[in-house]
Each structure stands twice: as C-alpha cells, then as structure tokens.
C-alpha cells in the first residue's frame, strides 16, 4: 500500500534542502562515516506548514500506532521542539532525554517532571544506528516509565537499528525511510540512475562505503 504521508514528507524535506543528497561530494559524519547524504530534520521548524504537516503526522501516526499515551518525551536535541509541539498538540506533559546527565546542579538526564509511573512516547528526528535513541528509552524507563515506543520523523532503515531496538524490546515506527526518500528523489530527476545505485550501496555498508 502506497505510504502518501511518507512520499510528502520526503518532497518536502528535499524542497527545504533539510536533506540532502551527494553522491559525488560525500558528506563525513561526527562517526567519521563518509556518507552520500545528510539530514537535518531541525530545517523543517523554520517552515511553519512543513512543521506543521510534520507533527500533525506525528500525532496521527501515535495515535494510530501507540493509542493514548500519559507523557510525550523528545530526546536531546534535535527532537526536543518537535516533542514538545506533539505534546502541545495532544495536550500532554513534555519532558526530553540528554544525551548525558548534567555535570552541575540537580544533575538531571531528564528534563521536566515524572512521576515515575505513566506510558511514555518517544519522539526522535533521525534513527541511525538507533544509539542515542535506545540510552533515552533506557533512561525512561530507568525513571520508571512504560515506554510504550519510539516514532522519527526519518529512518536509515540500517539492519542494525533494527536489531538494536529488537534486543531492546522497544517499537519503532518513522514517518519517512531511506527507500521512500530516493525513489521520490529519482522521479523528480534531484538524482539520476548513476546516483541511485550509488545510495543503495552505501546503505549496503555504510561503515565501510567511500573508504
């Protein structure tokens, strides 16, 4: 069945240049993986309908997915405004996840109030390998939550994320995916057929590919 959501969230990210395709220029990530693209879903905020359309899917998408959870928690930090404009939007309290506990006062790792005992989603920009985002389910759940599971806006769809968030026993869904993404790219020529071969590969080895 054809994902319509997925396929606009893809136009729209590539409309704003909040991802972008290189497949002859490779970007190097902070990992040091060279890679033929990089996303940064944080773009979309400065586009009121396109952050718009992004957490109205999002909402849709948990509601579909999760049913009615108790807290929204975004993790650190390029989920945190979009957790809390889901949160606004289903009228629930928001709190977000560092990717390390404060070094100084109350040394917190999560921000905001818990209880310790309600149903948590987690809301994420970008799943890579799944790393960050597994340490904010743990510490959720490490607060007492019942992590009912994760949504991105974007995925990889990397085999070990997949594996990670398996062993982790935690949900995933994600409004958009690498397959989606340069299917659209092709058919509207941002890439070629040279190009495109080029992305399936890397997504084969990713950790390996440019070196």
């Not at 996303?39 to 998408?61: E, G, H, M, W």
């Not at 062993?167 to 495109?196: F, G, M, P």
């Amino acid at each position: 069945m054809k994902d319509d959501t997925a396929r606009k969230i893809a136009e729209l990210l590539l409309q704003i240049k909040a991802i972008k395709l290189q497949p002859n220029a490779p970007f190097t990530w902070a990992s040091g993986w060279k890679s033929p693209i990089y996303c940064d879903n944080r773009i979309a905020l400065s586009y009121p309908n396109i952050r718009t359309f992004i957490r109205q899917s999002l909402v849709k998408k948990i509601e579909e997915v999760y049913g009615a959870p108790e807290v929204i928690a975004g993790v650190a930090t390029a989920a945190i405004a979009q957790g809390a404009l889901v949160a606004e939007a289903m009228g629930l309290p928001f709190v977000y996840v560092r990717a390390s506990a404060k070094d100084h006062g109350r040394e917190n790792l999560i921000e905001g109030e818990l209880k310790g005992h309600e149903s948590a989603v987690v809301i994420e920009d970008l799943i890579s390998t799944g790393g960050s985002s597994i340490k904010a389910v743990k510490a959720l759940r490490d607060a007492g939550c019942k992590v009912k599971g994760m949504i991105s806006i974007f995925t990889y769809g990397f085999a070990v994320a997949d594996e990670n968030f398996k062993t982790t026993k935690c949900k995933i869904v994600s409004l958009c995916n690498y397959n989606e993404l340069i299917q659209v790219a092709v058919e509207s020529k941002y890439i070629n057929s040279a190009d495109l071969e080029t992305l399936k590969k890397w997504r084969e080895n990713p950790d390996k590919w440019g070196r």
